[in-house]
């Protein structure tokens, strides 16, 4: 190791990008290749939409200047976007079937008769990221850097949260969910919260819906995080919302140590623009600001976005598509009575070999993993079980047929 790198940084395991992440194969036999393991949607954009965005490129981006470093218009879509789901009720209410996404056109003047309350989001409460992993790491900046705090996830979570936090020396504290749901051990995190003091916890990072375990929080969960102090943050990353249609946006206004995290490389299609957004108190989302590179996002990427949230009935419209493949999956997995496959609020599914199979149950999720591979399904072995993507229903077909056959042989 080279002798001016930190000794720490030796000891970090990188986050593993797909295809061939760990092989280093390249890219480019992918199209014979269900890419099932990082929850993109299965659909390219729709090839006017495209056409469109590069149209913008051609015509009205000017590559040559910087892009807008303060998002303005992207920010003043999404507030917007974001406004809907709170003040919506049909949107915000107990999450939708795989009937309908009654999403309503985003008009200039702003949703078509509502009003909005006092407690609105605006462009203020909004601040936009290179990815939501970016927002990631300007909050850890912000709250923990410098010894001056750690963070707690309860595992098994996202693993960016705990990986970027020791690529900044941050602390980590983990604590477990429960084996039977998920849901997360509250006593053990009071005790955690309580007991590491040296540096405090200065932020708690939650998913909802949780990956790679796909549950939503629970009451009892929401309830916890609103008993936490002041000097606390609560980060609520809802990068699967528009698949739960679940969210604590419309909370927000209560609790200023709250930021919700959301992403458009998910249900909106857009994981190769890198766009990821916060919504928080203007004071938080200004120091996210600060901390931020000044230009952080390339103007195509924040062209896109906007054109997204401006069609996003046409983007959206795959959701019930997704969530009725990802009933059909469950119940086909669930045949396998070496199977436990969890209920889902999100566009992947995750399951494990039930217990008895033998001590070697992660040999044999590692196991699966590779026959898929060979098969061609890359899905992603994480947090002692494994998450598979929803993707198109050929895909899902295929992983139907590729587990079975796996199971015939065994
Ligand atoms: C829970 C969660 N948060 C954040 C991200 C990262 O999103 P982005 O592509 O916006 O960086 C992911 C990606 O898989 C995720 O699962």
Same mark, same amino acid.
């Given at each position: 190791m080279l002798p001016f790198i930190r000794k720490d940084l030796a000891e970090l395991t990188a986050y593993t990008p797909h295809p061939g992440g760990t092989s280093g194969e390249p890219a480019h036999s992918e199209s014979a290749i269900d890419r099932l393991d990082t929850n993109e949607c299965p659909y390219e954009l729709p090839e006017e939409f495209k056409k469109k965005l590069a149209w913008t490129y051609q015509q009205l981006i000017e590559t040559n200047r910087y892009p807008d470093g303060g998002h303005a218009a992207l920010k003043e879509a999404i507030a917007q976007y974001v406004n809907e789901s709170i003040t919506i009720p049909a949107l915000n209410k107990g999450g939708l079937g795989a009937e309908s996404i009654p999403v309503p056109p985003l008009n200039k003047g702003g949703l078509g008769g509502v009003t909005l309350p006092k407690t609105a989001i605006t462009a203020d409460n909004i601040s936009v990221g290179n990815g939501s992993d970016e927002l990631i790491r300007s909050i850890l900046i912000a709250t923990c850097l410098g010894g001056s705090g750690s963070i707690l996830v309860a595992n098994p979570t996202f693993s960016m949260y705990g990986i970027i936090a020791q690529t900044l020396g941050i602390p980590v504290v983990s604590v477990q969910r429960k084996e039977e749901n998920f849901e997360i051990d509250i006593e053990a995190a009071k005790r955690d919260l309580a007991q590491n003091q040296n540096p405090p916890v200065r932020a708690v990072f939650v998913v909802h819906?949780?990956? !790679?375990?796909a549950n939503a929080l629970t009451i009892d969960e929401i309830e916890w995080l609103s008993t936490l102090p002041e000097e606390i943050l609560v980060v609520i990353d809802e990068a699967y919302f528009e698949f739960s249609q679940n969210t604590l946006a419309d909370q927000l206004h209560h609790h200023p140590n709250w930021i919700i995290l959301r992403t458009f490389s998910k249900a909106f299609r857009l994981?190769?623009?890198r766009v990821g957004y916060a919504i928080a108190h203007p004071e938080l989302t200004a120091t996210l600001e600060k901390i931020r590179? !000044?230009?952080?996002?390339p103007s195509f990427s924040q062209t896109a976005a906007e054109f997204a949230l401006a069609q996003r009935q046409l983007l959206l419209a795959t959701i019930p598509e997704t969530l009725s493949e990802r009933a059909k999956l469950i119940a086909a997995l669930t045949q396998h009575q070496k199977l436990q496959v969890w209920p889902s609020a999100a566009n992947f599914v995750y399951l494990r070999l039930k217990?008895?199979?033998?001590?070697s149950a992660e040999q044999g999720h590692q196991q699966i993993m590779q026959q898929l591979k060979e098969g061609g399904t890359l899905i992603r072995h994480t947090g002692g079980g494994l998450r598979i993507t929803v993707g198109s229903p050929e895909e899902n077909q295929r992983t139907v047929d590729r587990i079975g056959e796996i199971f015939d042989n065994s």
């Open positions: 819906p949780n990956s !790679p375990t994981a190769s623009m590179l !000044p230009y952080n996002l217990a008895g199979e033998g001590e």
